[in-house]
């Protein structure tokens, strides 16, 4: 059994991942979408980064394989989806955020940038 | 036209795909291709870059994530090794450079003591696979004696391949061997031996003789001190 402690705190892409399969199960190119959304475009994610995490994910058991679906399109896709252990971690997770935000708001620091990256 | 596009572009991701490791394209790859395919074809309908830019991009986020799994792969293949396979591994790759040194690129008139740095490295490489074979022997095995007699293996296996490949080289390639400085010199400087073939190989059986115990008590200290080692870095955490 993966303890949590081993898998925070999250990397961006993780803690992405995490963030957009906790709204339900998705294939490879609708976590990258969701991703750009949630991030109002702000993070790109490669296929590259996306499939080394959705890998170190499955062995921490923070996701798991919610098997293939042949799509309207015609398509075969896997879909994956959220764990009880990555739910539990991604609250961990976003109570740190929450923490952080208020120590910040607390010493009134918060910076006036909007910056584009990519994980 | 855009399925031509699109079939270009899917045949130059998966050659791209081609570098990672086996065991991660079995996994992995169909899934990359189909996401790969969704996102082009996205791109295409909604008439955004699929360019310089994106492919630079692509190439970029791949590569990086090709080096961590060639990382990751070397490291699984190196902690599934043990003292056997090590000692195998080590000894065939040195039973090589000796064969090549000796052999195909023969130097016959330069003398042992003036490739010190190479041979200092050579041995120093042995003596740090000797202790890491006690190290990783004690994932398995947290004691100290077990790291000790898995350096005291893996060193005994390689010395065995080194001095067996030398007794090897020195008969079956005679005619080259006979011409190095170290062996003239040696034979000349003896009374003993009238026969140099006599001379080489009564050398090689008593470097057998003594080398592989020899070995074998210099790799159980290594193996120990590799065991030792590994105690002591997880006893802190």
């Given at each position: 059994m993966t303890d949590i402690k081993n898998v925070s705190p999250l990397t961006p892409a993780v803690f992405y991942i995490l963030l957009s399969l906790v709204k339900g199960q998705k294939h490879g190119y609708e976590i990258m979408k969701n991703v750009k959304e949630?991030?109002?475009?702000?993070?790109?994610?490669?296929?590259g980064t996306l499939y080394g995490s959705v890998k170190r994910m499955l062995s921490a058991c923070l996701i798991e394989d919610a098997g293939d679906t042949i799509d309207p399109d015609n398509e075969r896709r896997k879909y994956y989806r959220i764990t009880e252990l990555g739910r539990k971690t991604l609250n961990i997770e976003m109570q740190r955020y929450i923490d952080t935000v208020s120590v910040i708001k607390a010493r009134n620091l918060v910076p006036n940038v909007s910056i584009k990256f990519s994980i | 036209m855009k399925?031509?596009?699109?079939?270009?572009?899917?045949?130059?991701?998966?050659?791209?795909?081609?570098?990672?490791?086996?065991?991660?394209?079995?996994?992995?790859?169909a899934q990359i291709l189909q996401t790969f395919r969704d996102h082009y074809r996205d791109r295409q309908e909604n008439n955004e870059d699929i360019g310089f830019l994106f492919w630079a991009d692509i190439i970029l986020d791949e590569v990086s994530n090709i080096l961590k799994e060639r990382i990751a792969h070397?490291?699984?293949?190196?902690?599934?090794?043990n003292k056997y396979t090590i000692g195998i591994t080590i000894?065939?790759?040195?039973?090589?450079?000796?064969?090549?040194?000796?052999v195909v690129f023969p130097s016959p008139n330069v003398s042992d003591d003036q490739n010190t740095v190479a041979i200092s490295l050579a041995y120093l490489l042995m003596f740090?696979?000797?202790?890491l074979s006690g190290y990783l022997e004690s994932k398995k095995n947290k004691r100290l004696q077990a790291g000790a007699i898995a350096g005291a293996v893996t060193a005994v296996i390689t010395t065995a391949f080194v001095m067996v490949s030398f007794i090897l080289i020195d008969n079956l390639f005679f005619d080259t061997v006979k011409q190095q400085v170290d062996k003239v010199t040696a034979f000349h400087n003896q009374n003993t031996y009238h026969d140099m073939r006599v001379f080489i190989n009564s050398g090689n059986v008593r470097a057998l003789i003594i080398g592989i115990p020899v070995a074998g008590i210099i790799g159980a200290c290594l193996g120990g001190v590799g065991s030792g080692i590994r105690r002591l870095r997880f006893a802190k955490h």
């Open positions: 949630d991030t109002q475009g702000k993070v790109r994610m490669g296929n | 399925t031509d596009s699109t079939h270009k572009a899917l045949t130059l991701y998966k050659a791209l795909l081609h570098l990672y490791p086996f065991s991660y394209r079995k996994t992995f790859e070397l490291r699984g293949g190196v902690n599934k090794m000894g065939l790759l040195l039973a090589i450079i000796a064969f090549i040194s000796n740090f696979i000797w202790g």
